[in-house]
């Protein structure tokens, strides 16, 4: 063999030598004996050039790869060795440039044989360093484009021939195709390492695509597409070509393989990401129709290079990087296990050093929208950014660098960056360096990798913290990181996959909230502290969903992201609020600025009073264009006072007892404003009854004041006026019940139907006389005889927590008036106690619980209280009409001021009540379905602890039998056994 005048061979300035001679040895001897041993290309090679058995002795020692690809043709070996690299690179693309077969598995056997010979020709020029990274990078990027190439012409001359596409030039099926390949990263910038993936962008320009079925044309560049993949990736026994990656286009979660070049432009103009711009730096027309790639990458300069790039953009952008400088603690710089691209003072903080100052600066200065780092490491410091000195210790690193990432990788051909775990592992890439060992390669490593990171540093000091004090928090592109994954297992989520598609999916602008571009780079600045607000809550999972319900719900994003960011204390409260009270949270998805109250120093230290509440709520009607418009603010306003009152409580400024009140005079407010507004509104159309007049009388928990977040309201409407009257001065005129009765209906939908902006409250007027079958609104005679002649035990039960809460003062004064002496009435003292311990065995047989949680129908719960308080105040009522109270506790009170009820039974019960009445103000707030203590947010369970002053549930729990107990016991005392006893004979 006649080596060439400048053959690899008699260049080379290194060889390696050996860690194990021996098995070096071996190497060498397995690729021979594929040969023949005495007269086969490779053995002449070695015996007339001993220098080429030091060559591979060192290279084929240190590789497993590189001596399985000799083996597979050793005179491809000697050849390579005897011939210029650059001229056998340029002859193995002019080979992949003239391939004609029409078989596709020939192309793949084609395009592999090629892959490999350039693959040890570019590993040989590099390892002897006849050339410098560059050199071999820029070849590696130019085997990867023509085989791309090949591929697409093929593809698209098997498309033509059978009849899919109309090419526009049969010789060169690439150019006016229409479908466009561009190379990003490191292929675009002609900086691939050395086995590399390509990542590609593919789009397809349907006014250049001259498709016989235009109507098919994403799913057929999709198929198309998929074959290139399979041409260049899919593992045969001769390897493959290059591994392909298409997760860099728009959104890939949820787009086509192939893209519309219209709907590409579409998303990069309303929702390109600042990771993209940095992404898109290095983009390049690799393969297909060059001109209209070209064109495209043209037309999308102004997203790549803004006129002007705040802060805010860098940060995002920054944010991509792994480990940043303002992240401390973590990533240590190390030699064995360390991630040469991804690590403290790695590859990826040179290229970003050099990308986040074109991006400032690109669009300014048109000298910085280069690709390739080393030129444009030159050109900032001729643009006056960087220093030569910070420039000459960034480029030597940088090239020292590639070389470990190459020699990493040659060693079996895999695409990882991160050095051996073991001291002898470095060793072997340290040989490939050319270094004696560990000892001599470790310092060096260490030195460059301190170096970029002091630059890369300095360079963002004054960058604000986007990772987490508990380690890496990156969510760009469309890969997991695994440094991420870590890191949120750490801060205590359980699905950190899905907290990191969802962020994905929020960057990706998947929600009205998240589309601009502002607000992302907002969000982008609270993601960071927000996921360590939410682990704070010991709920992170539940919390995190809740909040990502939040923002998929919000309008607009950018005023709510910028507030967080800026209130840390909002912030936390917020994921308080998620991590224990997640129903709570979708009232701020609906009205974020009921955030704006949270703010105010005021909010805590007290709870409006009824008059501070119908003052806003007038103010609120006073502004409404219609009644409908009246209606839709007062559910605004009952749902953000609910809301408000729902922090107050998570955040102990209210006690639940008053909570209780609170949520009860909010609903008293709804519902007095409301019932005047029906009044005036239904009269418009009927008038007036002269002389009448309507009452709204409060049941249940409204009438108890101890009404809950998620409580109806318990109503019924008494009326007072001439039974054979029509009302007047409407347009049409009604009888008095007719009156009275759609009155009724009216409020009934003000006050439960929903509109679009959502629901108020349930309304239930099943309370009133005759129940269901009655008519829905009762005359007060009407009430009166049905108390006096027909009302059952329970209904006068029922009745004890009724009060006035809207209508006349006179007239409320006459309802009540008619309640108390419906309850003061005398009775007989047997049928009162069978009566009730009637009702409550049905109630137990028929929603009774035996969970202690359920502490309104478990015995012994909230139910045996309220009917021992009713008894008790009925049947000694007619006596001491002053024992009468709506509310539970207080009726308690009164009892045992008269001597009815023992002070020591009275304190029990009145105890048992307020732990009750806690809990279920707590599980309202926070749960819709029954407590479970295994399922319970932990934010809810630390609430229910601290009110029950318990150390854990299962404390709280038999705290709450041991009440449960004492209260069923008190129960049979005062009102007898619920155990039916058999009749004797």
């Known amino acids: 063999m006649t080596p060439d005048a400048n053959a690899l061979l008699d260049r080379a300035k290194v060889f390696i030598a050996p860690l194990d001679v021996e098995k070096a040895e071996k190497a060498l001897t397995r690729v021979l004996e594929k040969e023949d041993a005495t007269q086969g290309a490779l053995a002449t090679l070695l015996r007339e050039r001993p220098k080429a058995h030091d060559l591979l002795l060192g290279v084929l020692g240190s590789s497993p790869y590189l001596t399985d690809i000799s083996a597979r043709d050793p005179a491809r070996l000697a050849g390579a060795l005897a011939s210029d690299p650059a001229q056998?690179?340029?002859?193995?693309?002019?080979?992949?440039?003239?391939?004609?077969?029409?078989?596709?598995?020939?192309?793949?056997?084609?395009?592999?044989?090629?892959?490999?010979?350039?693959?040890?020709?570019?590993?040989?020029?590099?390892?002897?360093?006849?050339?410098?990274?560059?050199?071999?990078?820029?070849?590696?990027?130019?085997?990867?484009?023509?085989?791309?190439?090949?591929?697409?012409?093929?593809?698209?001359?098997?498309?033509?021939?059978?009849?899919?596409?109309?090419?526009?030039?049969?010789?060169?099926?690439?150019?006016?195709?229409?479908?466009?390949?561009?190379?990003?990263?490191?292929?675009?910038?002609?900086?691939?390492?050395?086995?590399?993936?390509?990542?590609?962008?593919?789009?397809?320009?349907?006014?250049?695509?001259?498709?016989?079925?235009?109507?098919?044309?994403?799913?057929?560049?999709?198929?198309l597409t998929k074959r290139i993949v399979k041409i260049m990736s899919e593992r045969t026994p001769d390897g493959y070509v290059f591994r392909t990656d298409l997760r860099l286009r728009p959104d890939p979660g949820a787009t086509p393989i192939a893209i519309p070049l219209e709907a590409a432009l579409s998303y990069y103009e309303s929702m390109g990401q600042n990771w993209e711009r940095a992404a898109y730096i290095k983009a390049r027309p690799v393969a297909g129709d060059i001109f209209a790639g070209e064109q495209f990458l043209q037309e999308l300069a102004p997203f790549v290079w803004r006129k002007y790039f705040d802060f805010a953009a860098i940060a995002d952008v920054h944010s991509i990087k792994r480990q940043i400088h303002a992240h401390k603690g973590h990533g240590k710089i190390a030699v064995a296990?360390?991630?040469?691209?991804?690590?403290?003072?790695?590859?990826?903080?040179?290229?970003?050093?050099?990308?986040?100052?074109?991006?400032?600066?690109?669009?300014?200065?048109?000298?910085?929208?280069?690709?390739?780092?080393?030129?444009?490491?030159?050109?900032?410091?001729?643009?006056?950014?960087?220093?030569?000195?910070?420039?000459?210790?960034?480029?030597?690193?940088?090239?020292?660098?590639?070389?470990?990432?190459?020699?990493?990788?040659?060693?079996?051909?895999?695409?990882?960056?991160?050095?051996?775990?073991?001291?002898?592992?470095?060793?072997?890439?340290?040989?490939?360096?050319?270094?004696?060992?560990?000892?001599?390669?470790?310092?060096?490593?260490?030195?460059?990798?301190?170096?970029?990171?002091?630059?890369?540093?300095?360079?963002?000091?004054?960058?604000?913290?986007?990772?987490?004090?508990?380690?890496?928090?990156?969510?760009?592109?469309?890969?997991?990181?695994?440094?991420?994954?870590?890191?949120?297992?750490?801060?205590?989520?359980?699905?950190?996959?899905?907290?990191?598609?969802?962020?994905?999916?929020?960057?990706?602008?998947?929600?009205?909230?998240?589309?601009?571009?502002?607000?992302?780079?907002?969000?982008?600045?609270?993601?960071?502290?927000?996921?360590?607000?939410?682990?704070?809550?010991?709920?992170?999972?539940?919390?995190?969903?809740?909040?990502?319900?939040?923002?998929?719900?919000?309008?607009?994003?950018?005023?709510?992201?910028?507030?967080?960011?800026?209130?840390?204390?909002?912030?936390?409260?917020?994921?308080?609020?998620?991590?224990?009270?997640?129903?709570?949270?979708?009232?701020?998805?609906?009205?974020?600025?009921?955030?704006?109250?949270?703010?105010?120093?005021?909010?805590?230290?007290?709870?409006p009073l009824q008059a501070e509440l119908d003052q806003r709520l007038a103010e609120q009607f006073?502004?409404?264009?219609?009644?409908?418009?009246?209606?839709?603010?007062?559910?605004?306003?009952?749902?953000?006072?609910?809301?408000?009152?729902?922090?107050?409580?998570?955040?102990?400024?209210?006690?639940?007892?008053?909570?209780?009140?609170?949520?009860?005079?909010?609903?008293?407010?709804?519902?007095?404003?409301?019932?005047?507004?029906?009044?005036?509104?239904?009269?418009?159309?009927?008038?007036?009854?002269?002389?009448?007049?309507?009452?709204?009388?409060?049941?249940?928990?409204?009438?108890?004041?101890?009404?809950?977040?998620?409580?109806?309201?318990?109503?019924?409407?008494?009326?007072?006026?001439?039974?054979?009257?029509?009302?007047?001065?409407?347009?049409?005129?009604?009888?008095?019940?007719?009156?009275?009765?759609?009155?009724?209906?009216?409020?009934?939908?003000?006050?439960?139907?929903?509109?679009?902006?959502?629901?108020?409250?349930?309304?239930?007027f099943r309370l009133r006389p005759s129940g269901n079958s009655g008519p829905l609104a009762v005359s007060l005679k009407a009430f009166s005889d049905y108390q006096a002649n027909e009302a059952w035990t329970w209904e006068h039960m029922a009745l004890t927590r009724a009060r006035v809460v809207a209508g006349p003062q006179a007239f409320a004064s006459r309802v009540e008036a008619a309640i108390r002496a419906a309850l003061t009435t005398p009775r007989n003292p047997q049928k009162l106690k069978d009566d009730v311990l009637s009702m409550r065995r049905r109630i137990e047989k028929e929603k009774g619980s035996g969970s202690p949680w359920e502490v309104k129908q478990v015995p012994g719960g909230l139910i045996d209280i309220e009917f021992i308080a009713q008894y008790l105040m009925l049947l000694h009522g007619p006596q001491h009409p002053e024992l009468f109270s709506t509310t539970v506790t207080l009726a308690l009170q009164h009892l045992k001021d008269a001597g009815v009820l023992d002070a020591g039974r009275a304190e029990a019960l009145t105890e048992a009540s307020k732990l009750y009445q806690g809990l279920t103000q707590l599980m309202r707030l926070a749960i819709d379905d029954a407590f479970r203590p295994a399922d319970a947010p932990r934010g809810l369970t630390e609430l229910l602890l601290r009110l029950g002053d318990a150390p854990d549930l299962s404390n709280l729990e038999a705290l709450l039998g041991d009440a449960q107990k004492r209260t069923r016991e008190i129960f049979t005392s005062v009102v007898g056994e619920l155990a039916e006893r058999p009749v004797s004979a």
């Open 622 to 764: 006073a502004e409404a264009r219609s009644y409908e418009d009246s209606l839709d603010r007062a559910r605004i306003f009952g749902q953000e006072q609910k809301f408000l009152i729902g922090v107050r409580i998570l955040t102990g400024s209210v006690s639940v007892a008053e909570a209780g009140v609170a949520y009860t005079r909010l609903a008293e407010t709804l519902i007095s404003r409301l019932f005047k507004l029906v009044c005036d509104e239904f009269a418009k159309t009927h008038g007036q009854i002269e002389g009448g007049s309507a009452a709204v009388v409060a049941m249940g928990k409204l009438g108890g004041r101890e009404m809950t977040a998620a409580s109806d309201l318990d109503l019924m409407l008494l009326y007072d006026a001439d039974p054979l009257a029509e009302s007047q001065g409407g347009e049409r005129p009604i009888s008095t019940q007719q009156y009275y009765g759609r009155l009724t209906q009216r409020l009934i939908s003000a006050l439960s139907a929903p509109t679009a902006e959502g629901l108020l409250y349930e309304a239930d």
């Open 88 to 223: 056998r690179i340029d002859a193995l693309i002019e080979s992949m440039q003239h391939v004609e077969t029409q078989d596709e598995a020939e192309l793949m056997r084609l395009l592999r044989l090629v892959k490999q010979e350039a693959a040890l020709v570019i590993a040989l020029a590099d390892l002897s360093k006849v050339w410098d990274m560059p050199e071999a990078t820029d070849a590696l990027t130019r085997i990867a484009d023509a085989a791309l190439s090949a591929a697409i012409r093929f593809t698209l001359r098997a498309a033509s021939l059978a009849g899919k596409l109309e090419l526009t030039d049969q010789r060169d099926p690439e150019r006016g195709s229409g479908w466009i390949f561009l190379g990003m990263g490191k292929g675009g910038a002609y900086e691939l390492n050395y086995s590399s993936d390509i990542d590609l962008i593919v789009f397809f320009d349907r006014s250049r695509a001259r498709l016989v079925d235009p109507s098919q044309d994403v799913d057929f560049f999709v198929r």
């Open 337 to 607: 296990g360390h991630n040469i691209k991804l690590g403290r003072g790695g590859i990826r903080e040179i290229e970003f050093f050099v990308q986040t100052q074109q991006l400032i600066t690109g669009g300014r200065d048109r000298r910085l929208r280069g690709r390739e780092t080393l030129a444009m490491l030159d050109q900032l410091v001729e643009s006056g950014w960087v220093a030569p000195q910070a420039r000459d210790d960034l480029r030597e690193a940088y090239l020292f660098l590639r070389d470990v990432e190459h020699r990493i990788q040659m060693i079996a051909d895999e695409q990882k960056h991160t050095l051996p775990e073991t001291e002898e592992g470095v060793a072997v890439v340290a040989r490939m360096m050319g270094f004696a060992g560990y000892d001599d390669f470790a310092p060096a490593l260490l030195t460059r990798l301190e170096v970029v990171q002091g630059h890369y540093g300095r360079l963002f000091e004054s960058a604000p913290q986007l990772t987490s004090s508990a380690g890496n928090l990156v969510f760009t592109g469309d890969d997991d990181d695994p440094g991420t994954i870590e890191t949120l297992a750490a801060m205590g989520f359980a699905n950190p996959k899905t907290v990191t598609a969802t962020i994905r999916g929020w960057h990706f602008g998947r929600y009205a909230a998240t589309r601009s571009t502002v607000a992302r780079e907002r969000l982008t600045e609270l993601t960071p502290i927000l996921l360590e607000a939410i682990a704070a809550t010991e709920n992170a999972d539940a919390g995190f969903l809740a909040f990502d319900r939040l923002i998929s719900k919000l309008p607009a994003g950018v005023q709510l992201f910028s507030l967080l960011v800026s209130q840390p204390r909002l912030l936390n409260l917020l994921a308080a609020i998620m991590g224990a009270a997640p129903k709570l949270a979708e009232t701020i998805s609906r009205r974020p600025r009921v955030l704006d109250a949270l703010l105010e120093p005021a909010f805590f230290e007290s709870v």
